[in-house]
């Protein structure tokens, strides 16, 4: 609430100055104009604008796109902005997003079209990436600031970003810096120009000096509001995604459909049970399908109590709870080789409360097509008539129930409707079994399934088996039979290089493999050199998306060296050093994380088919959706529907899902709350004229073209 307040006598003081507007005429419904909860999107192909398309599909916001290059697109002028419904002034579009601040020709109808809508309705513009210069607020570079890349550059929220859109960032800003031989990030680093109306939200250190330039602020003038960013992006960079969120909240004053929180989950497979470990002469796992049967002694790696207790206490100081997804048979078969002890089962069983618990199937067993593993890669066997060998109903039933009983003896505290199978089988996995078994899905329903997990690597959009919907999760690349971190290394190693270096050739055979590597890794700084950081960023990327899909990891990797912490550290430790505390991590388990994603894609569907509506006129926020599909918001704290709280609080703001019934939903923002300007046709101001064309580029300065970019 505090940051709302302080951001409300920033914006709409100074755009009712601006305008001159009578005190409280933003929140007279009586002159409020009709704003639809959309944004103009204008393009020119180029990343940063992409970047920002990408924010809003993720988030479930709508949208119009204009792509400059295209022939035949509409024209943007007075009645593509703006027109009236039932005698009230509507402003189409809540913001506008332009490629920079000025794309269009010298004397362009349309820049001028764009600026006085603008202005009339207080409908702020983002420049996605724009060249310093004065017509954007700014100083050129030249002046004592900067143009160059600023790759691993640590960037700071100023004072009036925190208290402003970018308040659920505690300060720090870190530009990605991931290869030594190509150009990640080019900006433009300028302090205020003389007189203008300039706050900085996000600055760097100018090099050589002592002062800092602006890389994202806020440029007033002419009644109009401008959000200036001077830096080039894509959509997946780091620093891109801790700043989203804030130019989203800025351009739409903390008021649009859609709602985006970060989340991040961890299912542990394998528990009870024992994963086989990596030969690291054989290159192959004894025990396993990629083994030659016979070939090799298995050297199986699980868990002890110790590794228990360490888990406890690392939850406990993270505030993060792990999935546990379990097979029974591991302890059941450990407790029959050594006379019916079982300590891992026995300290895992003690402290379950501590954990969430997933059935994994009783005995692990592939619930596809019948495997041949005679030979190497497997194939599925045949019939006499060539048709495929599949698994029973019957034994993936008795798989799922003969599991869930056990636990349920155990007192493990389960949701019957979820299942991970085991290697996600019964699923269908490509090359050697391209369809689903066609047993699963009855199999599914004898025992009330309604979440299945997928591994999103090869089965990555949700979809429906039988009675049950898919969860997809992101695999780690923090290997299931590997508990040191030599062995790790060795088979990472064998993968990924090339023949000639003692590898697979895999990625000689796949050039499109992004993980290959130039040279073998170190043994012993492999793993902590290279491979955590990698797999960290890869996992903190999802995280910062908004992307509430799971990660899975196995319980050998909490076992001996414990190889998953030091990931998991990275990605808990580097969220929390950058956001504040009211932008929590959301940790759900997989049914809750289905459900969030099932509503997320209705969702989508009826914003891309034009079913969603929705407008503001003063205080009051109308939408309209299909009967069934839950809507999606984010507004101010405070926020009411039909006289009670709306949402739950994130980010210094409310959002939720509400269910629809097909009727409009009426939701009230606070009086706090930035509001439209009253229609205001410019008097006072002199004409409405669009802003000057680029101007050169004074020489000595370096300029990229507008799609340049991070790889």
């Excluded at 207080?122 to 100083?139: I, M, S």
């Excluded at 009855?442 to 088996?465: E, F, K, Y």
Aim: aromatic letters at 8%; a negative charge.
């Amino acid at each position: 609430m505090k940051r709302t307040i302080r951001t409300t006598a920033l914006t709409v003081g100074a755009l009712v100055a601006a305008l001159g507007l009578p005190a409280g005429a933003a929140h007279a419904d009586a002159t409020a104009p009709r704003v639809d909860l959309r944004t103009l999107i204008v393009s020119d192909g180029g990343p940063a604008t992409d970047a920002i398309a990408a924010e809003l599909d993720t988030a479930g916001t709508p949208y119009t796109e204009i792509d400059l290059t295209q022939s035949g697109r509409p024209v943007i002028d007075a009645a593509f902005l703006a027109d009236t419904v039932d005698g009230r002034p509507r402003a189409k579009y809540q913001a506008v997003v332009l490629p920079n601040d000025n794309p269009f020709p010298a004397g362009s109808a349309e820049m001028t079209a764009l600026a006085s809508y603008e202005q009339t309705y207080g409908v702020p513009q983002v420049d996605a990436y724009t060249y310093a210069r004065p017509e954007a607020g700014l100083q050129y570079p030249t002046a004592g600031g900067y143009s160059g890349s600023i790759d691993g550059v640590q960037a700071e929220v100023t004072a009036a970003g925190k208290a402003g859109p970018f308040g659920y960032l505690k300060g720090a800003v870190p530009f990605e810096d991931n290869s030594p031989t190509v150009g990640e990030s080019y900006a433009y680093l300028a302090q205020p120009a003389p007189g203008a109306d300039f706050t900085p939200y996000v600055e760097a250190p100018i090099p050589g000096g002592s002062t800092s330039g602006s890389l994202v602020g806020e440029y007033r003038h002419d009644g109009r509001r401008e959000l200036v960013v001077t830096f080039v992006y894509n959509q997946y960079q780091e620093q891109f995604r801790l700043l989203a969120r804030g130019i989203v909240e800025w351009m739409t004053g903390g008021v649009h459909l859609g709602a985006t929180r970060n989340y991040f989950a961890v299912h542990v497979d394998d528990v009870f049970a024992a994963d086989d470990r990596w030969d690291t002469q054989l290159n192959c796992t004894p025990g396993d399908v990629d083994c030659p049967v016979g070939e090799g002694t298995p050297d199986p790696i699980r868990m002890t109590p110790a590794d228990v207790d360490y888990a406890t206490a690392w939850e406990q100081q993270h505030g993060f709870t792990l999935d546990l997804v379990y097979n029974g048979a591991g302890s059941v078969d450990q407790r029959s080789d050594d006379n019916g002890v079982d300590l891992l089962a026995d300290k895992l069983i003690a402290d379950r409360s501590e954990f969430r618990w997933v059935n994994h199937t009783y005995t692990h067993a592939f619930l596809g097509c019948q495997q041949d593993v005679t030979v190497v890669p497997w194939k599925c066997d045949t019939n006499a008539d060539g048709s495929t060998k599949w698994v029973s109903r019957q034994d993936i039933s008795d798989e799922i129930a003969l599991n869930r009983v056990w636990g349920q003896s155990a007192g493990l505290p389960l949701q019957n409707d979820e299942l991970v199978t085991g290697e996600h089988s019964g699923l269908r996995i490509s090359p050697q079994q391209p369809a689903d078994n066609p047993n699963l899905g009855p199999a599914l329903a004898d025992n009330g399934v309604t979440w299945i997990a997928s591994d999103n690597s090869r089965d990555p959009a949700q979809r429906q088996v039988g009675p049950a919907t898919t969860v997809s999760r992101y695999p780690m690349n923090v290997f299931y039979n590997a508990g040191h971190a030599s062995e790790q290394v060795d088979e990472y190693n064998w993968i990924y290089t090339s023949r000639a270096q003692g590898g697979s050739g895999i990625c000689e055979d796949n050039p499109a493999t992004t993980t290959c590597l130039p040279a073998p890794l170190d043994a012993a700084t492999g793993y902590s050199g290279h491979i955590v950081p990698l797999e960290t960023r890869i996992a903190l990327g999802h995280v910062l998306a908004g992307d509430p899909k799971p990660h899975f990891i196995h319980q050998s990797n909490l076992a001996e060296d414990r190889l998953a912490y030091p990931v998991l550290n990275g990605v808990l430790d580097g969220y929390h050093a950058l956001f504040t505390d009211d932008a929590p991590l959301v940790n759900l388990r997989m049914k809750d994380i289905g459900v969030e994603l099932k509503r997320r894609a209705a969702w989508q569907t009826a914003v891309q088919a034009g079913q969603v509506s929705a407008y503001r006129i003063g205080g009051t926020v109308t939408v309209t959706a299909p009967s069934g599909v839950a809507v999606t918001a984010t507004l101010p704290a405070g926020t009411t529907l039909n006289g009670a709280a709306f949402g739950t609080s994130y980010a210094g703001a409310v959002s939720g899902w509400t269910p629809s019934a097909g009727q409009p939903l009426t939701l009230t923002v606070p009086s706090s709350a930035p509001a439209p300007a009253a229609v205001h046709s410019g008097a006072g101001h002199g004409p409405v004229t669009a802003p000057a064309p680029r101007t050169r580029v004074p020489s000595g300065v370096s300029r990229p073209a507008a799609g340049t970019t991070a790889s």
